[in-house]
């Protein structure tokens, strides 16, 4: 720009907006930056007085938004801004920028564990505790004019994302709403519901990155771009020389396989990926660390940890190394040096130290924590995380790997979408460091280029409404405005407006499925009799099989379980599967208490270690006794040897008689329903059929399609006003157990249930109702609540043990309350109360008694210790609820004092470092 004229235009332009968004540009002199296009109109639109929702890439810019919303507040002098956050993490991280920008006496933070400066004009805060607010009315709300929501996409969270609709739906009409969000593809009916419960809100959508991300794949040694330029990544087009040489690998695995399948007449040897160390060291030579490694394992990311140390990689100087001792220091120096020694710290800081390191849920907070600062400072190289990286707090890299594009989501192995893609990769490229950001993904034999190109190449990221009624929400929602009123509030949920819109198509779907089953059923017709019939015989008898297996397996595993409680040291045994099959003799009977009971064995072949009911089939049984000395050292192997040699000497056989024993635990007679069906089975005139099994399979396939068309109809069934309805029964289940009055009013007992926030919030307040919690002292108190709120991440058939006396009673007791609970949700259609799991009964009254941590990880209900970082988590869950118990309405007063002494005893070590952080 060189001429006046231009210069006297552009003055005009600068003056205008001046003119019009004064706001603005006192903020932009306050940041000290130029705002990119997608800031400035968004910062447009709130100084006009609209709500907006921002929709831009991780690590563009959306906050500084929400920081415009607090300098309008502050700038108008006595109204307020809350900015709330998903994670406690988060609020910690914006509180601190915000006092910095503001000062301490401006800005307030508000989570579960922190209360600062609560009445100040802005206030940072997690979602859950504005939503608190708004249900008990507080005062804090007055004079409230912006409501920052930070990652409102967390709406779509299945545990957690309710709070955030209650929040939107609730807020005053006089509060204007800033909505922030990664890149969504349904933006524009996200952008509809919010105009049509909070009025006037613009959209404003960046698909643009600040940092370029350039997509690689790793083959072998070898690195390619995935894509030859950016014409080509919108055309989702493979680089060639790429295509060419996977094929190329393709084939030579192919010969490989096929010759030593002709030579030795095996299979091949399997694809082996990189070790570890070599893609961290390919990276530094390629100038891509920092980085983070996704590996979808908790035990994968710190095996990957050992690997690099185990190839002696070193990723620091001297200098770095100081100053992650430094930072470590500061993280951990409140820990008990036992504790540390059992949190595997020394070996995790060797690590560090070398510039790698783990992240991942089962670590202590206070190592995540440290890890976290240690690589934003550029002093950890390499990070191998689980995908919960990918939702916490700013932590971008240069470069981000993905090792597999298949993950567990808690009950199968499912493909990543293009939406976990686009939100892995996202952290690569710093804004303000790097040029560009790199993503690379391993290729391996069943990794196709073209559908990495797919996933890298799509958008899709729709925002989907985990919205449902709950029980604490019901007695909120009609004690605040009765319960008509709830019903149409509950109507204007994103959850009923996406399920309005997505009726028509389902209905569109059962009619195809309809007239496809009819085209399966003429092909599966039988000129011998009705097959439908016959195949319906077939379905009950594999029906009633699969529920005898499972009943056999549960009673095997009984018999187990109660055989394994009862060996004393010296019973021989015999291990019937499994690498350590054989006979064994006991050397320890199984400690009561450690969940399952897991004896200390020695076996034949001098292996000693604990066996689990797992590993036998059924009943154990004693088959002879030998002698144990009294100080006999299982680590000894002359002392294995000679007790070994005496199993030997029994002359039991080491392997059963399979042939008898498969007779004597054959069925004594098979299941009379299943017996009739098979007879009914093979008299039916279909039976003779020589077509019999060409119509099974077609009528396999109408059976199939059927299922899934009466699911779709139930869906079409459930969606229409399917949230009033469900409220509507949820109001049911709470009038019959008195905490609604039979015309709709809210009693004592509801009011008590109101102020309750936990999944099981009626277990809870049926639990304070009916004394189960009474009489105990605060170890067991803080053991006994522990089962409302813990969930096993592993699914199993056998329940944990627990501590014997009052704790065993409050377990029993609480069980069967949710059996109540639970029969009467069935009577009315619901499924809301989660099964009470005791698997944390034991890590927790250890705990509270003071025991040390490493006795204490031990307790845990499976084989192996319980990682620390879910004890902390759970045990922080303990503390809150114990807090809520002291405060309950319904709770006697012996058992608030208890609970005030119960969050004393728990509130130590690890968890009271925690709470400091």
Not at 449 to 472: D, E, I, K, M, Q
Not at 514 to 535: K, L, N, P, R, S
Not at 590 to 599: I, L, N, T
Request: glycine share 8%; aromatic share 6%; with cysteine.
């Amino acid at each position: 720009m060189t001429s006046p004229a231009e210069k006297y235009s552009a003055s005009k332009r600068r003056a205008a907006r001046v003119a019009t968004y004064p706001a603005l540009e006192d903020f932009m002199l306050d940041v000290g930056f130029d705002l990119d296009d997608f800031q400035r109109e968004a910062c447009e639109v709130l100084e006009r007085g609209s709500g907006v929702l921002v929709c831009a890439p991780t690590g563009a810019g959306k906050t500084v938004v929400g920081e415009f919303a607090v300098h309008l507040a502050l700038r108008d002098g006595e109204r307020k801004c809350f900015y709330t956050t998903p994670i406690k993490a988060l609020s910690n991280q914006k509180y601190h920028d915000l006092v910095s920008r503001y000062g301490a006496d401006k800005v307030g933070l508000l989570t579960g564990d922190n209360a600062i400066n609560g009445d100040a004009p802005v206030v940072v805060m997690t979602t859950e505790v504005l939503r608190n607010m708004l249900y008990s009315g507080s005062d804090q709300l007055r004079n409230l004019a912006y409501v920052v929501m930070d990652e409102v996409h967390y709406l779509a969270d299945r545990f957690r994302g309710a709070v955030w609709e209650e929040v939107i739906i609730h807020l005053p009409a006089s509060v204007t709403l800033v909505s922030l969000s990664a890149t969504v593809s349904n933006y524009e009916e996200f952008a509809d519901w919010l105009v049509t419960v909070r009025g006037q809100t613009e959209v404003v959508v960046s698909e643009h990155r600040p940092v370029p991300l350039w997509q690689h794949m790793l083959v072998g040694r070898r690195m390619f771009d995935l894509f030859h330029d950016a014409d080509a990544a919108k055309k989702h087009d493979v680089h060639p020389e790429l295509l060419r040489y996977t094929r190329e690998m393709d084939r030579r695995m192919e010969f490989t396989d096929r010759a030593a399948s002709g030579w030795r007449g095996g299979r091949g040897k399997r694809w082996q990926p990189p070790p570890r160390a070599e893609v961290v060291d390919r990276l530094e030579r390629a100038g891509l660390l920092p980085a983070i490694l996704f590996i979808f394992s908790r035990a994968g990311c710190d095996a990957a940890v050992q690997q690099c140390l185990n190839a002696g990689l070193r990723l620091t100087d001297p200098d770095e190394r100081a100053e992650i001792r430094r930072i470590v220091s500061a993280k951990v120096a409140h820990l008990p040096a036992d504790d540390l020694s059992v949190l595997g710290y020394w070996e995790w800081l060797d690590g560090l130290e070398r510039g790698v390191a783990a992240h991942h849920a089962g670590m202590l907070p206070a190592f995540k924590e440290a890890v976290e600062e240690c690589f934003v400072n550029g002093l950890v190289k390499a990070v191998f995380a689980t995908e919960t990286l990918a939702l916490g707090i700013n932590m971008p890299a240069r470069c981000v790997v993905l090792e597999r594009l298949v993950k567990f989501n808690g009950e199968a192995h499912v493909d990543l979408t293009p939406g976990e893609y686009t939100q892995l990769t996202g952290r690569a490229g710093r804004r303000g460091i790097d040029v560009e950001g790199h993503a690379v993904v391993l290729w391996s034999p069943d990794v196709d280029p073209r559908h990495v190109a797919g996933l890298a190449s799509t958008r899709t990221y729709p925002l989907r409404s985990s919205f449902r009624p709950s029980y604490n929400m019901a007695v909120n929602l009609v004690g605040t405005v009765g319960a008509e009123k709830s019903r149409e509030l509950l109507e204007s949920s994103f959850a009923q407006f996406q399920a309005d819109r997505s009726v028509v198509g389902l209905a569109r779907q059962v009619q195809r499925n309809v007239e496809t089953m009819q085209t399966y059923g003429a092909d599966a017709a039988c000129h011998h009799g009705d097959f439908e019939e016959y195949f319906g015989l077939r379905v009950a008898i594999a029906d009633r099989e699969k529920t005898l297996s499972r009943q056999g397996v549960q009673q095997r595993r009984s018999a187990a379980v109660s055989s394994l409680e009862k060996l004393r040291i010296g019973d021989v045994i015999r291990v019937p599967q499994g690498r350590r099959a054989g006979l064994a003799v006991v050397l320890e009977p199984s400690a009561a208490g450690f969940g399952e009971p897991r004896p200390l064995v020695l076996t034949q072949d001098r292996w000693a270690g604990r066996v689990s009911p797992g590993d036998f089939g059924g009943e154990v049984e004693v088959l002879a006794r030998v002698r144990v000395p009294r100080n006999f050292n299982h680590r000894s192997p002359g002392a294995r040897r000679d007790l070994a040699a005496q199993v030997s000497a029994t002359g039991l056989d080491r392997h059963p008689d399979r042939r008898r024993n498969g007779r004597s635990r054959a069925n004594p007679g098979e299941d009379a329903e299943v017996a009739l069906l098979k007879v009914r089975l093979r008299q039916h005139p279909c039976h003779a059929c020589p077509e019999r099994e060409d119509h099974a399979r077609w009528a396999e396939r109408r059976h199939r399609l059927q299922r899934d068309t009466d699911t779709l109809r139930a869906k079409v069934a459930g969606r229409t006003g399917s949230l009033a309805r469900t409220f509507d029964q949820v109001c049911a289940v709470l009038t019959t157990r008195g905490y609604l009055s039979a015309d709709g009013e809210v009693t004592d007992a509801g009011r008590m249930l109101g102020r309750i926030w936990s999944e099981a919030d009626l277990l809870v307040a049926e639990c304070l109702r009916q004394g189960v919690w009474d009489g105990l002292a605060p170890d067991e108190l803080a053991a006994a609540v522990s089962m409302v709120l813990y969930e096993s991440r592993r699914e199993g058939d056998d329940r944990a043990s627990v501590p014997k006396g009052p704790i065993s009673a409050a377990v029993d007791a609480c069980a069967k309350l949710w059996g109540e609970i639970a029969a009467d949700e069935s009577e009315y259609g619901l499924s809301l109360t989660r099964e009470p799991d005791p698997g944390f009964v034991w890590p927790m009254f250890r705990w509270a008694r003071g025991e040390p941590l490493a006795r204490v990880l031990a307790s845990g209900h499976h084989d192996a210790d319980m990682p620390a970082g879910d004890f902390v988590r759970w045990a922080r869950q303990v503390l809150d609820l114990l807090g809520q118990i002291k405060e309950a309405s319904a709770a006697s007063p012996s058992v608030k004092e208890t609970a005030r002494k119960a969050i004393t005893a728990v509130n130590r070590g690890v968890l009271a470092l925690q709470s400091a952080l």
